[in-house]
């Protein structure tokens, strides 16, 4: 049973949703963090995923792909851009509201739900990538064997360590809509539930059908770019003018990028 990639992507991403609540336990400490704190985690965050998306997914993607009947490059550029399709249907689909958006700019599908269940929705969109990139990751290493498996649980280590100010920018947030801290708490944690669904339904399908491998990794590779790109990176520059609150958000997605390069250089 310890051997089952699908085993070890369960344990995995609930590591990774540990690390969320984690991270939403800090809302019993803090009712606000300050701008240029909230920048910096949202930009860590991003620097974690791109790297993350790059040295974990697409590389070994277009390695796994060469030789075979579809050039690597394509496999990898399909896979690439239907994960970010996948994500931009369910963007439009999903009712939620962003972090900092204001009463009335709720998206996806009409809905009556309240708006702190928006929030929360907004932020459980972008863990079921993540939980997907980390099942995918043991799924694939099982396949390839050697010591691929450390490479995979480099990325879940990313993954959580990203995680951590996310679950903070969920609950702390939800608090100063005047829910309760415990309330705070409890949907903050919630919303990284998600991802021990995504690493089981990602270690099964590339366990299961090993010729969609290269595209799995590409497509949650793609998944996660388009949730930096359209949530994380905007968020973390939401206040016009704030040029310093920019530098911030900046420097953060740097340092999340080398310190996820490096784990997955120096480990994997």
Do not use: C
């Not at 009947?69 to 690439?80: D, E, R």
């Not at 739900?113 to 929705?121: E, F, G, M």
């Amino acid at each position: 049973m310890s051997n089952n990639p699908v085993f070890l992507a369960f344990l995995a991403t609930m590591g990774t949703w540990a690390m969320t609540a984690l991270g939403a336990a800090l809302v019993f400490f803090f009712k606000t963090i300050k701008a240029h704190v909230m920048n910096s985690m949202l930009g860590f965050a991003s620097g974690v995923m791109i790297a993350a998306s790059f040295w974990s997914l697409l590389a070994p993607a277009i390695e796994i792909a060469e030789g075979g009947k579809v050039p690597a490059y394509l496999v990898a550029s399909i896979g690439f851009l239907l994960g970010g399709g996948f994500l931009w249907l369910s963007d439009h689909l999903l009712p939620h509201a962003h972090i900092g958006s204001k009463q009335g700019d709720e998206e996806g599908l009409p809905t009556h739900l309240r708006r702190s269940i928006l929030l929360v929705l907004s932020i459980t969109l972008h863990n079921f990538p993540e939980g997907l990139a980390v099942g995918v990751a043991i799924g694939s290493a099982a396949i390839i064997g050697g010591d691929s498996m450390m490479g995979a649980l480099v990325v879940a280590i990313g993954i959580g360590l990203q995680n951590l100010p996310e679950g903070a920018a969920v609950s702390i947030p939800l608090r100063r809509e005047n829910l309760s801290r415990r309330k705070a708490f409890f949907y903050g944690q919630a919303s990284g539930i998600v991802e021990p669904l995504g690493g089981v339904l990602g270690a099964l399908l590339v366990t299961q059908m090993q010729p969609i491998l290269p595209y799995a990794l590409s497509f949650a590779a793609g998944a996660m770019i388009y949730v930096v790109v359209e949530e994380l990176i905007p968020e973390s520059q939401a206040e016009k003018g704030d040029h310093k609150g920019i530098h911030y958000a900046t420097f953060g997605t740097m340092l999340g990028f080398v310190t996820m390069m490096v784990l997955d250089v120096a480990l994997g």
